[in-house]
Structures are given as C-alpha cells and as structure tokens.
T-cell receptor, first 113, second 110 residues
C-alpha cells in the first residue's frame, strides 16, 4: 500500500516568489492536513481538507492557501514568499479526520533565499 | 493560546531501562491524545493514541492519560538504542485539529 507522497522533496525559492506543494494521500484516505515544521516552533497546523472542503484552518496569514481535488490529492500554495517561510512542510492523511491519527508524508523542504 | 508542553530533553536512559516521556496540555476540551516518534531527518510516525483516562498498552509502549491533571505520558519499556528519536505529543483542539508539542529528544545509551 503506497504511503503519503509529497512532491517535490526540496525547493529553493527567492523572496517574493510563490510556490505550490503537492500531496497524494494514502488510497482511500479522504482527509489531508498540512503542517509546517521549524526547529523553533515545532509542528504548526496549517489547514485540513476533507472531501474537497477546508474543515479547519490554523493561524497562518492568507498567503498560505490550499485545496483538495476530487481524488483527495491536495495542493498547498504560498504566495509572496518570505525568509521565515523556510521550513519542512508535511502533509498527513487519514481515513476520517485524524480520529485515529495521521500518516505523514516525507515532507517538502522549502528554503527561501 | 492552547498549548501542549513537553520537556525538550535530551532524556538519556541506559539500554533496557524504562523511558518516561511527559506532556501537559492546556485545553480542557481536548479529547484525543497521540504520541508520534520522529527520527532525525524523517517525518513523524504514529506510535499510539489514547482517549480515556488510564493506561493503554501496545507492546513495549504504554500511554497514560489523566484528564483531571491534563497530563499525558508515554512509557517505553526495555528501551533500545533504536528508540532514540524525538517523541511528539499531540492533543486535539476543536474538531480534529491537532496541537503538537515541540517534542522530547530521547537518547538510549548502549
């Protein structure tokens, strides 16, 4: 059974640019959540999608957005990148909305220069 | 600001000993609690979850929950060097939104 697939694994972007990250959940999983992980802040919740609808949102600025497609794949977009956006972005999927825990993908390491 | 607090460590234990990892949470409405293990350079992986007060055992791992004290712990029996990792505690806040602690780094000494 394939796990959670995130692409790309690494990205280097310049301040002011925008970036799109992709996540394919485990087959059959309809809930996808996104987290930002940094050494200082740990894992911070970005948003959660279930059946193409955003069900929860964390305390991030509007520059961070996402969407989920009918096949449960999800994308996350960050516009007008700032240096502080450099982080590991993790996608996690679950059958129901995290009720029994999440399976995380390997993450996308974003570096903003 | 709803929080989950963990001691960052490192917590060093000798091989074969019991490692005790602790976590407190601020949201009295939290219903579900999770422990994840994260090896350096890897993504978190779920160890176990607990919903009810008391103990829940899974192999060498035991999760303990005390909702009155807002306290969750993870015991690892017969600790092995391969258990050396960062352990993340998470609590649900609202509808299945997780709040993660910053993790405790465990070092099991051979």
């Amino acid at each position: 059974k394939a796990g959670v697939t995130q692409t790309p694994r690494y990205l280097i972007k310049t301040r002011g640019q925008q970036v799109t990250l992709s996540c394919s959940p485990i087959s059959g999983h309809r809930s996808v959540s996104w987290y930002q992980q940094t050494p200082g802040q740990g894992l911070q919740f970005l948003f959660e999608y279930f059946s193409e609808t955003q069900r929860n949102k964390g305390n991030f600025p509007g520059r961070f957005s996402g969407r989920q497609f009918s096949n449960s794949r999800s994308e996350m977009n960050v516009s007008t990148l700032e240096l502080g956006d450099s982080a590991l972005y993790l996608c996690a999927s679950s059958l129901k909305q995290g009720e029994y825990g999440y399976t995380f993908g390997s993450g996308t390491r974003l570096t903003v220069v | 600001q709803k929080e989950v607090e963990q001691n960052s460590g490192p917590l060093s234990v000798p091989e074969g000993a019991i490692a005790s990892l602790n976590c407190t949470y601020s949201d009295r409405g939290s219903q579900s609690f999770f422990w994840y293990r994260q090896y350096s350079g890897k993504s978190p992986e779920l160890i176990m979850f607990i919903y009810s007060n008391g103990d829940k055992e899974d192999g060498r791992f035991t999760a303990q929950l005390n909702k009155a004290s807002q306290y969750v712990s993870l015991l690892i029996r017969d600790s092995q060097p391969s258990d050396s990792a960062t352990y993340l505690c998470a609590a649900t806040s609202g509808t299945y939104k997780y709040i993660f602690g910053t993790g405790t780094r465990l070092k099991v000494l051979a």
